[in-house]
């Protein structure tokens, strides 16, 4: 059973910068096929694809997060460390970000939607203030 957990949600003020991470474990060395992402949901608001990685190494960036996010998976034996680095952050970049993971290795033309993982951390809450 795919596990995640999520950290490094905390309070910043706009125009900061943050990590995020989220271990991911739980299926011995298949992990390293699975495809990856993060998710992101604002007060009201549905859950949007922010950035993913898929199981054969390509990066899939949501408009939202061009030039302020960075993505990078870390492998560790049979555990995934996925990091997303933010920069500039702004008030709108708010809510609970949510790691997902999916055993597929390719992602289709629709790379950061929701309906493609199966897997999904408790998530950890942004908050940007001014």
């Known amino acids: 059973q795919v596990q995640l957990a999520e950290s490094g949600g905390d309070s910043v003020q706009v125009g900061k910068s943050l990590r995020i991470s989220c271990v991911v474990s739980?299926?011995?060395?298949?992990?390293?096929?699975?495809?990856l992402c993060w998710f992101r949901q604002g007060a009201g608001q549905g859950r949007e694809g922010v950035v993913g990685?898929?199981?054969?190494?390509?990066?899939?960036?949501a408009d939202l997060g061009k030039a302020r996010f960075t993505l990078s998976r870390v492998a560790s034996g049979n555990i995934r460390y996925l990091h997303l680095d933010m920069e500039n952050v702004r008030s709108e970049d708010s809510g609970i970000y949510y790691c997902?993971?999916?055993?597929?290795?390719?992602?289709?033309?629709?790379?950061?939607?929701?309906?493609?993982?199966?897997?999904w951390g408790q998530g950890t809450q942004v908050t940007v203030s001014s």
């Open positions: 990685v898929d199981g054969v190494g390509r990066f899939f960036y």
């Open positions: 739980g299926v011995g060395d298949a992990i390293g096929r699975y495809s």
């Open positions: 997902a993971a999916t055993r597929k290795m390719t992602l289709g033309s629709a790379p950061l939607r929701r309906e493609s993982f199966e897997h």
